[in-house]
């Protein structure tokens, strides 16, 4: 394991996040006005209803189902089109468009496959919110490898996926805070992109924490 005697030219600062929820002007009724939101609603509704409610229900349930596909298989009654908008696994994403764009091509596709379920009436309307993020910075920062190890056993559940999962979209890049850091300040370029290379979609979130301290406890020892 490193001792971390290599000091980080900036110190790596752990946040957690508050979200307020806020209703906007616009709901669906049908598939088809769905589809019409989801071209209309803005990118922070997108990151709302997709993002941050795939991070709340992973933490809190061990659910991967998304404000969308929630709804499609709930109000509108249509449970294999919210199969397929719950594959659409927002961690393989680095900016909202491409998230705007696979769900609209997924609904649309629905529709013309099945097109008189495009104006069926749903149970109870989706209405187009927007969550205000409020990053809080937590009681944790980092200068070295060890103090970095520390850090990352100790934090919530809610930091790491914030830290890890949802800084993908947030940086547009395919990659996380952690591996930005890594390389940017310590120049551990190997042990970033190993820890980078971590498939979420084959493990938990926990799971991912512990394969991150495995990482960590695997490198070699490093002189300042």
Same mark, same amino acid.
């Given at each position: 394991m490193s001792d971390g005697t290599r000091t980080g030219a900036e110190p790596f600062q752990f946040f957690t996040v508050a979200n307020v929820t806020r209703?906007? &002007?616009? $709901? *669906? &009724?049908? =598939? %088809? #006005? =769905?589809? $019409?939101?989801?071209? %209309? +609603?803005? !990118?922070a509704s997108i990151y709302h209803h997709l993002i941050h409610a795939f991070g709340s229900q992973a933490l809190q349930t061990g659910s991967t189902l998304n404000d969308f596909a929630t709804w499609v298989g709930t109000s509108a009654g249509c449970r294999d089109l919210s199969g397929r908008l719950a594959a659409l696994d927002e961690r393989c994403y680095t900016s909202i468009e491409e998230m705007r764009d696979d769900l609209s091509r997924v609904v649309r596709d629905y529709i013309e496959t099945h097109p008189g379920r495009g104006e069926q009436r749903a149970s109870s309307a989706f209405c187009f919110c927007e969550g205000v993020e409020l990053l809080v910075p937590l009681n944790l920062a980092a200068r070295t490898l060890e103090e970095f190890r520390t850090s990352i056993q100790l934090?919530? +559940? /809610?930091?790491?996926?914030?830290h890890f999962v949802a800084s993908n979209s947030r940086l547009e890049q395919r990659s996380n805070d952690f591996s930005v850091w890594l390389t940017e300040s310590l120049g551990l370029d190997e042990l970033a %992109?190993? @820890? &980078? /290379? @971590? !498939?979420?979609? #084959? @493990?938990? =979130? /926990? *799971? *991912? %924490? /512990?394969? @991150?301290?495995? =990482?960590i406890d695997a490198e070699p020892v490093r002189l300042v």
């Open positions: 209703s906007g &002007n616009q $709901e *669906a &009724n049908t =598939l %088809r #006005e =769905l589809l $019409e939101g989801l071209g %209309r +609603c803005s !990118d934090m919530s +559940c /809610e930091s790491f996926y914030l %992109r190993k @820890i &980078n /290379e @971590i !498939d979420l979609t #084959e @493990i938990t =979130l /926990e *799971a *991912a %924490r /512990e394969r @991150i301290l495995q =990482l």
